[in-house]
């Protein structure tokens, strides 16, 4: 690929309703109006069916199209809180981003999570204020927004001429011009700044000029002593700060009209950085790090894989070093297996087109690959390098899955849908058998659901998981069991006897032989141990395993003729249910720990939830923005927190749970539990 060519790949992100899609509609509008949707929809871009019922977007989009002499590849994510993995993918595979924020609804309560995720990739950020044409738009508000929610110093280098449905154009502070919109999409005339903008839009440049100074000591120093910097070197200054997220460079759009559509692209090019500016560690197979730079062999990163009944495997690549051209055979360090790519494309929209070339930067659609998922490396096979791979998200929301008689078949459905997302997770409990669904929200996997309909013709219907109980006892007792059976010829005899005693939490179930004299067989004595085990299954509360206990035989009898292996498998099951009554078992329930991220404001609402869940927090944090409360939850009542959460903070708080340890139920709540799970059957007699 030509080393002089123009090129620039960065992500879009930013809340749900921030105009992120309409956007890069209106990017592509402005660079070839046959691509873009004519009245402006997203349509074409959102174009899976589950997209247009709900009218947001669901997947990182990829498009690529020229300006100006330019090459710009713009990843388009969700803005939805449940699909932030996407988001997390498109940055590893950006050299810059774009925060959309609405004008109308602001920064406050709606992108704090993106621009976490932002922050912590550490890519160079350039702010935008959309949707300005919105009749509810309101700049200077959302600005304050921005620096209070968002805990960035905004620094506008350009202000909007009127707001709303009295949007003219916008003010240019670096150039010192205003731009008038009146002759169709993106078209606007140079004019002079309107009279009541001049001290606003010089004040601006002043700050421009400040915070440009304070990137670079040469520039700093210049300042200091009284001289003012030139356009270019502010913008020099601004792309160091925007490098570091030393603060937040801020332009002004609105999509429909093409209001600062094509000074975004400008400003995308003097800010954000070429691929070049990318350093990247990749390891050799003998794990040996090397760095990767657009100089040398061929490095590509898969960033989103679909499967289509028709195409096959689809991937996207985003291309890190060298030129890929037709017939290139690429190794994938992770499996070892070498591709043969003998066409790519580029995307558009739904569509694809194939490219004969493609360097540092681009974006290409790869077809029927082997076994490619995202997060793997394609790279030269003659000098093999992997990438870091994506790191797996947690995934606070878990619903069981319900067939009717068709487990395998929606297993193998949903492992197809996990291959293309891998931000989702299939299991089976173990403790209670269900095909359990994890992801990012209650959303993701709902989504999951149609597409598992949609692409393979499975229905499915999700629940709250089972929660795994456990049963234990608090305090020592003792037991014989005796079986005896006489049926014609040889009978069946055993008899054991049986000292039970609590563990420490967690610690399981532990066997103990203190026989003695021989009064059982040492052939029998596994046997025994084989019926406690047995017997472990189904606790005399509420049907759930008995665990963390000690089982010590100390005494038995037996029959030189009828005694056998079944006959003493049945005494010791006999005594542990006869010893498990007495020792006053109680239930066990799962508890989780919560970390929840939310504003400040929501920390009470956030906090009365948690007690009525019977969580117990351990301790808050302040953060850069918002407030980590910690907290231990019993895993029932924390089930819903995914949907309860977003609705007690409009959709901005957040949290990640894991397992952690397990605590005895409450006597109300548990005799609630045993009462349920009797009446369901669940709880077997002793003679069972």
Known sequence: MPSHRTIRTFCITGA?????????EALLHASDPKRAAPDGSTARLDAEPEEKKRNFTLSIHPETF???????????????????????????????????????????????????????????????????DHERADFQRVLADVERSLNVKPIPLQLPIGEGPALKGLVDVLAGKAHLYDKGFARFTEAEIPAPLRAQAEAARTAAMEAAAECDDTLLGKYLEGGALTGEEIVRGLALGAATQRFLPVAVVAAKPGVGVKELLDLVVALLPPPEARALTGKTPHGDEVKVGTEGPFVGQVFRTTIDHFAGRVDYVRVFAGTLRPDAVLVNPRT??????????????????????????????????????TGDTLCDRERPVQLPEFPAPNRPVAFAVHTKGADDKAAAALHKLIEEDPSLELGRSPDTGEMLLKGMGQAHVEVTVERVKRKHGVDMTLGPPTAAYLETITTAAKAQGKFKRQTGGHGQYGDAHVELSPRGRGEGFEFEDAIVGGSIPRQFIPSVEKGIRGALAAGPLAGYPVVDFKAKLVFGT??????????????GSMAFKKAVLEARPILLEPIMKLEVR?????VGAVMGDLNSRRAKVQGMEPLARGVLVRALCPHAEAMSYDADLRSLTQGVGYFTMEPSHYEPVPPPTAQKIIERRRAEGKVKGLEE
């Open 336 to 373: 070892r297996t070498e591709e043969r790519v003998s066409h790519f494309y580029k995307t558009d929209g739904a569509q694809t087109a194939e490219v004969k070339e493609a360097g540092p930067g681009d974006i290409v659609v790869l077809m029927k690959l082997k076994d490619a998922r």
């Open 598 to 602: 939310v504003p400040e404001e929501y």
């Open 66 to 132: 020229e300006e100006g002499g330019r090459t710009f590849n713009v990843l388009d994510t969700p803005g939805f809180a449940s699909f932030m993995a996407e988001v997390d993918w498109a940055l590893r595979v950006s050299d810059g981003a774009l925060l959309v924020v609405s004008a109308a609804e602001g920064a406050h309560n709606h992108a704090e999570r993106h621009f976490d995720v932002l922050a912590d990739s550490k890519l160079p950020a350039l702010g935008v204020i959309g949707r300005l």
């Open 558 to 571: 037996y029959h030189d003729v009828d005694s056998s292996d079944m006959a003493f498998q049945v005494a």
């Open 16 to 24: 749900d309703g921030s105009g992120k899609t309409a956007l890069v």
